[in-house]
């Protein structure tokens, strides 16, 4: 057995590091679900957004997890929701639509100048001037976002497809899902600091 | 900007995998700290284990994030403290010393047949036959560890360097720190599957 596999083993490893974007947007739930509405800041305590359906510590198993019996009580890691003005723009360019708003696909926040931001492993820290949230996961495309894109962008005359679009053409680029680490108000405009852990591809050799 | 860096990007990636390990001997907190005692089985809840000091969704920041005000509530992540036997010896025979027990350095979960064990990304899940945790983080080698091993070696003759020994050679072979996603009951001597989410390696090109 290697001793020390991440210094001199045969897996692939980098360093932490930091990058600078912008907190662009903020967007707390509205009706119907999935959308979400603009707000100038948002309140973070360590169960997420007071008030709103991802609030908690834990939440019902569903269909994201079918090896788990539905309706069970599990950690959440569903707490916020956070996507890539950039990204966005790539759904809507691969959908050949002319925009896809994060308020129709319930992101609470959208970040810029992050690249590659659904790509943040588990564990990135987004540290905001008061609060900081910790990415848990990138988030999946489903069908539920995608009807929400479609009634807005073909007025109710139909999906024209997009629903299903959507699944096919946001993976990768959805964002991420996260949790609080550390309360404290969150606004728009304000700057963010991306902190990425140091990483290493997990092989079992 | 690459749409899909995922696919097509500069980025290197590693699809999600299981390997099967097993579980060979579980312990919870006494006297003195981090020392742990061992047990037959374990009921975990979603704030881990009852009537421990890292029992909680959220705990006290301390010494561990020197960027939060000390005392400060935050995420915990720290739940539940796995280790690897093969690691373990592996530090051991870095150290030159006859072992170390996972009952001296604060461990609750001892593992076996995983790889690279410390070195799995945040989001893997261990999943037992009732209960299912998430790792965190790799755990950091401390003193006070060091200290605890010194204090069983030398028969309290003096750490003999020992407790300054652990933290150098213990880098990467710590094991982990997780949170309880599925509640109940894990017992010593059952298999576990271990789940590791596709992975990139993020680098912002």
Chains 1, 2 share one sequence.
């Not at 590659?116 to 949230?133: K, M, N």
Request: hydrophobic share 40%; with cysteine; net charge positive.
């Amino acid at each position: 057995m290697n001793p020390n596999p991440s210094v001199s083993g045969p897996l692939q490893s980098l360093p932490g590091r930091e990058v600078k974007g912008l907190c662009e947007a903020l967007f707390v739930e509205t009706e119907p679900y999935p959308e979400t509405r603009a707000v100038f800041e948002i309140a973070l305590d360590l169960q997420g957004i007071a008030g709103t359906r991802h609030y908690g510590f834990t939440r019902k198993a569903g269909p994201r997890e079918p090896w788990y019996k539905r309706g069970m009580d599990m950690r959440s890691g569903r707490q916020i929701t956070a996507v890539s003005r950039e990204e966005l723009s790539a759904i809507a360019a691969a959908m050949q639509v002319e925009r896809v708003a994060p308020e129709w696909i319930g992101a609470n926040i959208v970040v810029s100048g992050i690249p590659h931001f659904t790509l943040l492993p588990p564990g990135t820290r987004i540290v905001f001037a008061e609060a900081a949230i910790v990415v848990e996961a990138p988030n999946a495309p489903c069908r539920i976002a995608g009807k929400a894109i479609a009634r807005h962008l073909t007025h109710g005359a139909g999906s024209g497809g997009l629903d299903l679009a959507f699944p096919a053409k946001a993976k990768g680029l959805r964002g991420v899902v996260a949790t609080v680490e550390r309360p404290g108000t969150i606004r728009a405009g304000e700057a963010v600091t991306v902190k990425v852990p140091p990483q290493t591809l997990w092989q079992p050799v």
